[in-house]
């Protein structure tokens, strides 16, 4: 596959990406210190800071996460890599406070290792901080083993249940319960039906032969459950959703979220055919579709497939979920 990016000069992507990202959201975020995006207006000094990190060319996450009801700090690093520990411990330190730090980080190997570094520096340095790590994705293993599951769209309802909480003014040690609570009521799966490549180097992340799709393929292109022709829409709904229920437990009169994350050149046609599909799955069920996100939230580049994620809501979760937010990403009213 050929690449056709509109780009500049490779080395400097991702500071050309953030600036043109902060003229976009003006009265949401800016860029400060060594390009770490921060809420424009910042939160109150008394209430529990969210910090997360991850590569730079999934737009709009992670950075699109960062406003009022959502992350206070996003660390960015080079495109597909994760930011090095200096500069998610400088993210650590313009955000400490009394009330407490809570780091979310989804699990891949380059993320983990940047995180668990800063906070060993952070621990050292006093700053008060807490960390939650996402692995949702039911590819990578059975439940029982959740280190081997990746992080996926998962971090979204993570971060706007634990940024609401933080915005109520709850506890460090609240919203980390929170955060945790949602983290093991979700199950993501991911699939592709056409590769990507690289937007600094050109290179192939993966290949799909026409007629197939790839159910399980990771964030960056990472072998997935199995290659299988393509499906029409209903028939991949249905291998999707079974896989997940099965995983999460649901049983009848559970109430859950559905999200469904484009991840570069699926339309909304599409993905609102398979939501469709998913309502009438459920309601077969006895199980409620209690809220729902549909779009373009964590992406890579121009990938073709979705990511399913399902969780268990209940009245808490449900009224966190609802509270308002302003993120260049999502927003609440």
């Known amino acids: 596959m050929a690449m056709k990016k509109l780009v500049n000069k490779p080395e400097n992507l991702v500071q050309e990406l953030l600036e043109g990202f902060a003229l976009a959201n003006p009265g949401k975020v800016a860029l400060e210190g060594s390009n770490l995006v921060v809420r424009t207006t910042p939160k109150l000094k008394d209430k529990v800071a969210l910090?997360?990190?991850g590569g730079a060319g999934h737009e709009p996450a992670?950075?699109?996460?960062v406003g009022e009801g959502m992350l206070d700090i996003s660390v960015p690093g080079e495109i597909f890599a994760a930011p090095g520990p200096p500069r998610v411990v400088e993210a650590l330190r313009a955000a400490n406070r009394d009330a407490g730090v809570l780091l979310i980080v989804l699990n891949h190997a380059g993320d983990v290792m940047s995180a668990n570094l800063a906070m060993g520096m952070a621990k050292k340095e006093g700053l008060n901080v807490k960390q939650v790590l996402t692995h949702e994705d039911i590819s990578g293993g059975p439940r029982s083993n959740p280190d081997e599951r990746r992080g996926l769209v998962g971090c979204l309802p993570v971060i706007k249940v634990a940024g609401a909480a933080a915005e109520q003014g709850r506890s460090l040690d609240e919203c980390l319960a929170i955060a945790e609570r949602m983290e093991a009521n979700?199950?993501?799966l991911a699939l592709a039906v056409s590769g990507a490549t690289h937007p600094s180097t050109g290179d192939v992340i993966a290949t799909i032969a026409d007629g197939e799709m790839v159910v399980g393929m990771g964030q960056h292109g990472e072998a997935g459950g199995g290659t299988q022709s393509l499906k029409s829409a209903?028939?991949?709904?249905?291998?999707m959703l079974a896989a997940l229920l099965e995983d999460l437990q649901v049983?009848?009169?559970?109430e859950l979220f559905?999200?469904?994350?484009?991840?570069?050149?699926?339309?909304?046609?599409?993905?609102?055919?398979v939501l469709r599909r998913a309502g009438q799955i459920l309601e077969s069920k006895g199980i409620k579709m209690a809220r729902t996100l549909v779009g373009e939230f964590l992406t890579v580049q121009e990938m073709g497939g979705f990511q399913m994620c399902i969780g268990r809501l209940?009245?808490?979760?449900k009224a966190l979920w609802d509270a308002p937010c302003n993120s260049p990403a999502l927003t609440v009213k």
């Open 62 to 65: 992670m950075s699109g996460f």
């Open 314 to 317: 209940d009245d808490e979760l």
């Open 186 to 188: 979700m199950a993501t």
């Open 234 to 239: 209903d028939e991949t709904t249905d291998i």
């Open 51 to 53: 910090v997360t990190l």
């Open 251 to 254: 049983k009848a009169g559970d």
């Open 258 to 273: 559905v999200v469904l994350n484009g991840v570069g050149s699926t339309t909304l046609m599409e993905l609102y055919l």
